[in-house]
């Protein structure tokens, strides 16, 4: 990863603090001598001792093309992005400033193994319970509650499979080069118009679903508020 | 045997053997009434007139006379039947090319010609064809390609081969290349499928195809053993694998055009080198111990024209490989077998081992992303009841795919006649103990093994073709030779090389 030494990380826990808080990675490996990409979501496991970079587990469709190199144990690296945002020169108090972006992000690297039936089980309970835990203090809903065909028929189409982390690189970059001064302003700007994600996630699964929502033959409920 | 063009006329032409092919007039009509053969016949000093005076000859499909030419110009003159203009195939055309071929079994035939009046018929151009069906026929029962040359005498009644066979008046060569690699298509598939189990091992089958992608840039192979299947996740395929008389081998060669268009499309073509109930299978002949890697022979074949040819989208050929034998460690019936897309088998029938390792080779075209995928097998399936001998089976869920491989095997000579999928019968293959029986009732069994491969078809279009009764022929018929006949071979090279 290119990372800045002002920007770079060698905090395992911080590493590992964006990843569970960020748990969709992008998984890329070489097969057939191109560069594929696949986004799924990972569940961390932490090592015993501080500072052990722990494994990745995660499952995907068998039909994925990564599965022919995970299957071989080649080296595969996740990307794992945390919040970022462009940031506006206008925001700053002083002048001149050229726009740029902040964010912050890991990458994996390691060679996966692939997990059996028992194993692939307990990384859908565990990445469930992971998510789950977010919605507390809701009910937290587990696999046991599908129906156990329906969940049968889902683990037949996918494969597990885990990465213990031989390598991890971070980088967090959010105005270290800059001034308080310019930072106190940055912050301000944007507790002033503060980036909604749940409004924003909203809009975004109206416009994918744009022709299946606005159609008028699918009756659909109004919701109270509508 | 170089084929080349050649702009002399049949008068100015010197040579060995000159054949005149001539399409059938109306009823009755002497073929000399037609002007150009009247032509050639006066410039041939009477030559032809002098041919036709002895034998009848209406220019009618398959018909074929031979006799003296013109001394210092021509040894001896053919004139072969192309049949009437509208119905002229590319198949009829073969067939007429193969009938050249078959008279030069003796004689002087280092320098042959070919001349036509038009080598464009009713709208066909007919020099590939003639071209190939000639080549086919001069390849009949050689070993050309595969260095185990284990049968030395070729017979006194073999095509001997000519050094040059120059097509007169023939506009472009580009035909004579296609045709070029579409033979040697069909010469390896020949003698892949001819060869014994002893010699064509799936690692054999492994190492052709090695070698035959290491010699092209555009090329990519990859061979896994049961070991590396099994981390794939390929556990149909192992299973099958389990008690193969040689190491069972998983093969994929890849071709990328340097500039794809569209999505990936994929072939499968099934290798079993060894079957031991083939033979029992095809009443006690030694071919049903071969046949049955027909899929794989006309795959590998296909791959020779497609690094000739070139084809315009990404293909991934893939070749299940096993040599099945019966065994203690062999499937056993009532085995319960998971496939690597994760639906279960349960063994009903003791030749699941061919559906077992095309189901695993389906799952892999889809994690190649086939939009496209087409099977090639010889699974013995009971086609050739309704089809006999010369036609395969075709089954596709996608009209437009099947249309494309029809038109292909129109254009290899090889017919695919389309059998429905009927959606009813994934009832029969409904089983107690698993998500489906390997086979249904016998009397239907090619019409629910189909409905078993379409349930591990890829997304997209997906098509299957059964070439048990075709992929080998009893005796020498046209430009097949007796033995295997490199069938499936013209219909995927030209599928695969096409647009």
Same mark, same amino acid.
Request: aromatic share 6%.
């Given at each position: ?15 590992h603090d964006l990843i569970e808080a ?205 | ?91 009829? =055309? $073969?067939?007429?090319? &193969? *009938?050249? #071929?078959?008279?030069? +079994?003796?004689?002087?035939?280092? !320098?042959? %010609?070919? @001349? /036509? ?71 390896? =598939? $020949?003698?892949?499928? &001819? *060869?014994? #189990?002893?010699?064509? +091992?799936?690692?054999?089958?492994? !190492?052709? %195809?090695? @070698? /035959? ?71 006690? =002949? ?9 899929g794989a022979g006309a795959l590998l074949?296909?791959?020779? %024209?497609? @690094? ?94 099947? @249309? ?42 090619g019409a629910t093994a189909a409905t ?48």
């Amino acid at each position: 990863m290119y990372a800045p030494p002002l920007y770079r990380s060698e905090d395992v826990a911080q590493q590992h603090d964006l990843i569970e808080a960020n748990p969709f990675g992008l998984i890329t490996a070489v097969v057939d001598g191109r560069i594929h990409g696949t986004h799924i979501p990972f569940v961390l496991d932490r090592g015993p001792e501080p500072g052990d970079r722990g494994r990745l587990r995660a499952h995907l469709a068998k039909t994925n093309p990564l599965v022919s190199a995970l299957a071989k144990g080649d080296e595969v690296m996740v990307a794992f992005l945390g919040p970022h945002s462009y940031i506006c020169p206008d925001d700053y108090a002083t002048e001149p400033h050229f726009p740029t972006w902040n964010y912050s992000a890991v990458h994996v690297y390691g060679r996966p193994r692939m997990l059996d039936d028992d194993a692939q089980r307990v990384q859908l309970d565990d990445l469930i319970a992971a998510e789950e835990a977010r919605r507390l203090p809701k009910r937290p809903w587990t696999l046991d509650r599908a129906p156990s065909e329906l969940v049968e028929q889902f683990r037949a189409a996918i494969v597990a499979f885990e990465l213990p982390i031989a390598h991890m690189d971070g980088i967090f970059k959010y105005g270290q080069n800059k001034t308080a001064e310019d930072l106190d302003a940055q912050i301000a700007a944007f507790r002033s118009h503060p980036a909604d994600h749940s409004a924003r996630m909203a809009d975004l699964l109206h416009t994918h679903n744009t022709a299946k929502l606005d159609t008028p033959t699918t009756p659909r409920t109004e919701r109270p508020g509508r | 045997m170089k084929l080349t063009t050649c702009a002399d006329t049949p008068a100015q032409w010197r040579g060995e053997v000159l054949a005149l092919a001539v399409p059938q007039g109306p009823a009755d009509q002497n073929p000399l009434a037609g002007p150009w053969l009247a032509a050639v016949d006066a410039a041939l000093d009477g030559a032809v007139s002098r041919l036709l005076a002895y034998d009848s000859f209406t220019g009618a499909r398959d018909e074929l006379v031979t006799g003296p030419g013109v001394p210092a110009r021509c040894e001896r003159l053919v004139l072969i039947g192309l049949g009437r203009p509208d119905a002229v195939t590319p198949h009829t =055309a $073969r067939r007429a090319g &193969a *009938a050249l #071929a078959r008279t030069l +079994t003796s004689g002087p035939n280092r !320098r042959v %010609a070919l @001349a /036509l009046e038009s080598w464009h018929v009713d709208g066909t151009d007919l020099t590939e064809h003639l071209t190939e069906g000639l080549s086919l026929a001069v390849h009949c029962g050689r070993w050309n390609v595969l260095p185990d040359r284990f049968r030395a005498d070729y017979g006194a009644d073999l095509p001997r081969e000519p050094e040059t066979v120059e097509l007169l008046g023939a506009a472009s060569a580009e035909p004579l290349t296609r045709a070029e690699a579409f033979t040697d298509a069909l010469v390896l =598939a $020949r003698e892949l499928v &001819a *060869a014994p #189990a002893n010699l064509i +091992t799936p690692d054999r089958l492994a !190492r052709e %195809a090695t @070698a /035959l992608a290491a010699a092209h840039d555009r090329f990519d192979v990859e061979v896994w053993d049961e070991e590396q299947c099994r981390a794939q996740g390929l556990t149909g395929f192992c299973a099958a694998a389990v008690g193969s008389a040689a190491p069972a081998r998983f093969i994929r060669i890849s071709h990328r055009p340097a500039t794809p268009s569209g999505p990936p499309v994929a072939v499968i073509g099934l290798g079993l080198t060894y079957d031991d109930r083939g033979v029992a299978r095809s009443g006690g =002949a030694v071919e049903g111990a071969k046949k049955y890697m027909a899929g794989a022979g006309a795959l590998l074949g296909a791959a020779t %024209a497609l @690094a000739t040819l070139g084809g315009t989208r990404e293909a991934h050929l893939l070749i299940p490989a096993v040599a099945k034998t019966a065994g203690p460690k062999s499937l056993h019936l009532g085995d319960l077998v998971t496939t690597a897309s994760g639906l279960t088998v349960e063994v009903n029938h003791p030749d699941a081992h061919g559906r077992l390792m095309m189901a695993d080779a389906l799952h892999l075209a889809a994690r190649l992303g086939a939009e496209r995928t087409v099977g090639v097998s010889a699974l013995g399936l009971p086609v050739a009841a309704a089809l006999g001998p010369k036609a395969a089976a075709l089954w596709s869920t996608d009209d437009a795919l099947a @249309a494309d491989l029809a038109a292909a095997g129109r254009d290899a000579g090889e017919l695919l006649w389309r059998l429905p999928l009927v959606d009813e019968y994934e009832d029969e293959l409904w089983a107690p103990f698993a998500n489906l029986r390997s086979a249904g009732p016998a009397g239907g069994d090619g019409a629910t093994a189909a409905t078993f491969l379409r349930r591990f078809a890829p997304q997209g279009a997906w098509a299957h073709l059964e070439i048990t009764e075709p992929a080998w022929s009893p005796r020498i018929d046209g430009y097949y030779n007796a033995g295997a006949t490199g069938y499936g071979a013209g219909t995927l090279a030209r599928w695969l090389c096409g647009p």
